[in-house]
């Protein structure tokens, strides 16, 4: 091991207690990564193990080291750690953790011995550009590699180790073997090693998600498309598309969410989203969810406002009679003249009181107008004003 540290018993015994306690409560998960990217190696091989953390921590982020769930004193405190000339005791189930995160998903790492081994990566994803490894051992020849898919030949080589099955898919997955002849002295002898390659999901099967499946018409509508990328593929860009009915309503965007700002009835429909990668190498649909748009309802007038408003009109038809009344009342109080028939007064054209009256108050003839076109409002009547004052003094009122 090309990194070596030494504690005091003191030392370890804070380590051991850190790491019993330090992640109590922790959300963040790293993963360990391997270089070279295979899960086995042979015995005289290097390999470099990564913690690798998202966000990444301090640089004096203390990171912590597991074989077979057993803690390793010696890899204490590396981010990285170079197996050189590994041996078959390094071989096992690899694990790190920080003081800030929880234990990783353990990789499992194979140290060989053998003549031919197929090399593949620890874990394969949808969307790899998928590499495998025929290999033989370090330091001896060989030739003639053919790399079998459950028993079905995919692949050969006369010289060459390495094979590119293609871009992944979940079919991918299934028994990989790899036979070749190796040379021990002068003889080539025939060896074959098989793997079994389960690819693994790039990001979840996506849920279309509404704010409100029955929305009013002129609200906000929004539609989520949510998904889960692996934590070893955080860094990988996802895009978003998003359909009613079938048809696009939004292209491919960094974008999971499409929004209505004032929904309409046309925007009613069975609403889903796509996700996919950059290449478009991984692309899976949503389920369907189902939007209402209801009409914009208008409530009725109650009873209550009903009421108001007609007792509205009923105190400003008062009010307007009242101020025409006290119209009257006042020219008749002005000239002396008496109110026999209290409110309303009416007015009618007779001859008995205008002596009493208007006859000896001539002078007032411009105040006429007024009090007669009041009178005529109230009482409905066509009557037809004095045109001058001979007329006026010919004629009575009685009030």
Same mark, same amino acid.
């Given at each position: 091991?090309?990194?070596?540290?030494?504690?005091?018993?003191?030392?370890?015994?804070?380590?051991?207690?850190?790491?019993?306690?330090?992640?109590?409560?922790?959300?963040?998960?790293?993963?360990?990564?391997?270089?070279?990217?295979?899960?086995?190696?042979?015995?005289?091989?290097?390999?470099?193990?990564?913690?690798?953390?998202?966000?990444?921590?301090?640089?004096?982020?203390?990171?912590?080291?597991?074989?077979?769930?057993?803690?390793?004193?010696?890899?204490?405190?590396?981010?990285?750690v170079k197996i050189d000339?590994?041996?078959?005791?390094?071989?096992?189930?690899?694990?790190?953790?920080?003081?800030?995160?929880?234990?990783?998903?353990?990789?499992?790492?194979?140290?060989?011995?053998?003549?031919?081994?197929?090399?593949?990566?620890?874990?394969?994803?949808?969307?790899?550009?998928?590499?495998?490894?025929?290999?033989?051992?370090?330091?001896?020849?060989? *030739?003639?590699?053919?790399?079998? +898919? !459950?028993?079905? %030949?995919?692949? @050969?080589?006369? =010289?060459?180790?390495?094979?590119? $099955?293609?871009?992944?898919?979940?079919?991918?997955?299934?028994?990989? *073997?790899?036979?070749?002849?190796? +040379? !021990?002295?002068? %003889?080539?002898? @025939?060896?074959? =090693?098989?793997?079994?390659?389960? $690819?693994?999901?790039?990001?979840?099967?996506?849920?279309?998600?509404?704010?409100?499946?029955?929305?009013?018409?002129?609200?906000?509508?929004?539609?989520?498309?949510?998904?889960?990328?692996?934590?070893?593929?955080?860094?990988?860009?996802?895009?978003?598309?998003?359909?009613?009915?079938?048809?696009?309503?939004?292209?491919?965007?960094?974008?999971?969410?499409?929004?209505?700002?004032?929904?309409?009835?046309?925007?009613?429909?069975?609403?889903?989203?796509?996700?996919?990668?950059?290449?478009?190498?991984?692309?899976?649909?949503?389920?369907?969810?189902?939007?209402?748009?209801?009409?914009?309802?208008?409530?009725?007038?109650?009873?209550?406002?009903?009421l108001a408003l007609l007792?509205?009109?009923?105190?400003?038809?008062?009010?307007?009679?009242?101020?025409?009344?006290?119209?009257?009342?006042?020219?008749?109080?002005?000239?002396?003249?008496?109110?026999?028939?209290?409110?309303?007064?009416?007015l009618k054209i007779i001859?008995?009181?205008?002596?009493?009256?208007?006859?000896?108050?001539?002078?007032?003839?411009?105040?006429?107008?007024?009090?007669?076109?009041?009178?005529?409002?109230?009482?409905?009547?066509?009557?037809?004003?004095?045109?001058?004052?001979?007329?006026?003094?010919?004629?009575?009122?009685?009030?």
């Open positions: 091991i090309s990194r070596t540290i030494s504690m005091a018993p003191l030392q370890f015994l804070f380590f051991f207690l850190s790491v019993i306690t330090s992640n109590e409560g922790s959300s963040s998960k790293p993963f360990v990564s391997l270089d070279p990217n295979w899960a086995t190696v042979f015995t005289k091989e290097s390999v470099t193990l990564t913690c690798n953390v998202d966000p990444p921590e301090p640089r004096d982020q203390i990171y912590y080291w597991y074989r077979d769930n057993q803690i390793v004193p010696l890899y204490l405190g590396a981010k990285s000339h590994a041996k078959q005791e390094h071989g096992g189930s690899y694990q790190c953790q920080t003081a800030e995160s929880d234990k990783s998903e353990p990789v499992r790492l194979q140290v060989t011995h053998s003549w031919l081994t197929l090399k593949v990566p620890p874990f394969v994803f949808e969307g790899d550009e998928l590499y495998v490894s025929c290999a033989g051992y370090p330091g001896y020849s060989a *030739r003639d590699a053919v790399l079998y +898919k !459950d028993n079905e %030949v995919i692949g @050969s080589s006369p =010289s060459d180790a390495d094979f590119l $099955v293609g871009t992944t898919n979940m079919t991918t997955s299934g028994l990989y *073997r790899c036979t070749r002849q190796v +040379k !021990d002295g002068v %003889v080539y002898y @025939s060896y074959s =090693s098989e793997e079994h390659i389960s $690819v693994k999901e790039l990001f979840s099967k996506p849920v279309a998600k509404v704010t409100e499946s029955h929305s009013k018409q002129g609200k906000v509508l929004t539609i989520t498309c949510d998904t889960k990328l692996s934590p070893r593929k955080a860094t990988t860009e996802l895009q978003f598309a998003f359909y009613r009915n079938g048809r696009n309503v939004q292209g491919f965007s960094l974008s999971n969410q499409h929004g209505v700002p004032s929904a309409q009835l046309e925007h009613s429909g069975n609403y889903t989203c796509e996700v996919q990668t950059p290449t478009g190498s991984v692309r899976k649909r949503s389920n369907m969810a189902h939007i209402q748009i209801q009409e914009r309802s208008y409530a009725p007038i109650g009873i209550g406002v009903t007792i509205l009109v009923i105190i400003v038809a008062l009010l307007v009679y009242e101020f025409r009344n006290r119209v009257v009342s006042s020219f008749l109080n002005r000239h002396n003249c008496s109110i026999r028939s209290g409110i309303p007064v009416f001859s008995d009181r205008w002596d009493l009256c208007f006859k000896k108050n001539t002078e007032h003839y411009d105040d006429i107008p007024l009090l007669w076109d009041t009178w005529k409002s109230v009482n409905n009547e066509s009557v037809e004003y004095p045109r001058n004052r001979q007329d006026m003094n010919s004629k009575h009122m009685e009030v």
